[in-house]
């Protein structure tokens, strides 16, 4: 079965600062990546999506992130983050064939204005 | 409906009880998912249900906890004899598999927070 690891799990950063959270996971075969982000009281919502074609993938909110498939990773950024990005940001797995979607256990961020 | 419903938000319930917790997926999604969020452990995975095919139980933690999903849509978790480790958020999510795994993400719904005293 396929995991993922995030680490970091705490990052706290400055407004204007870039951010950078690593997502690597462990399957040899197709997948499909995502990442997801939780604001304070609210519910999981999708960022970005990877499925195929172009390897840097732009999402919401200025975030973009790199799947590199010789590391099994799938980093996210962002160039100059603001105080509303802090959140909880979940990176998530499916592979292809497999019904299940597996979750990092998230990297917590904290902006400070 | 126009996203996932969860209910109830929140549940505290007497350590040995039994609870249901209920998810209204989006209207015509066939895949559904349960999930348990503990802090700093993130999201665990419970049981998946596509279509009419047999669930995958596989992440249930044990023999107390149940998953229905009556007419292919309302699902219901049951965790019975509740213990003061099963409190977390409790996410359901649902997934819209017949347009293609391949091209679908998952929609989650707010939750429901369970504290067992």
């Known amino acids: 079965a396929q995991s993922v690891s995030q680490h970091n799990h705490h990052v706290i950063l400055s407004e204007a600062a870039s951010l950078e959270l690593g997502c690597n996971y462990s399957?040899?075969?197709?997948?499909?990546l995502f990442w997801y982000v939780q604001y304070p009281g609210q519910h999981l919502q999708l960022l970005l999506k990877?499925?195929?074609?172009?390897?840097l993938v732009k999402g919401i909110k200025g975030f973009e992130a790199e799947f590199i498939k010789s590391k099994f990773s799938f980093n996210l950024r962002k160039p100059s983050v603001q105080w509303s990005d802090t959140a909880e940001y979940f990176c998530a797995v499916n592979a292809r064939g497999n019904n299940r979607l597996a979750f990092g256990k998230g990297n917590q961020v904290v902006v400070i204005p | 409906g126009a996203g996932v419903s969860q209910s109830p938000s929140n549940k505290v319930t007497e350590k040995g009880k039994d609870v249901e917790l209920r998810c209204d997926p989006i209207?015509?999604?066939?895949?559904l998912y349960w999930y348990r969020q503990s802090l700093g452990q993130g999201l665990e995975f419970l049981i998946y249900f596509q279509g009419n095919s047999a669930p995958d139980k596989s992440g249930l933690p044990s023999d107390r906890f149940s998953a229905e999903r009556t007419g292919g849509s309302v699902s219901t978790l049951t965790i019975q004899r509740t213990q003061q480790e099963d409190s977390a958020v409790y996410l359901c999510?649902?997934?819209?598999?017949?347009?293609?795994?391949?091209?679908?993400?998952?929609?989650f719904g707010q939750g429901t927070r369970l504290t067992v005293v």
């Open positions: 999510a649902s997934r819209d598999w017949d347009r293609g795994p391949s091209h679908t993400e998952a929609f």
């Open positions: 990877y499925f195929s074609g172009d390897p």
């Open positions: 209207s015509g999604h066939t895949a």
């Open positions: 399957y040899g075969g197709t997948v499909n």
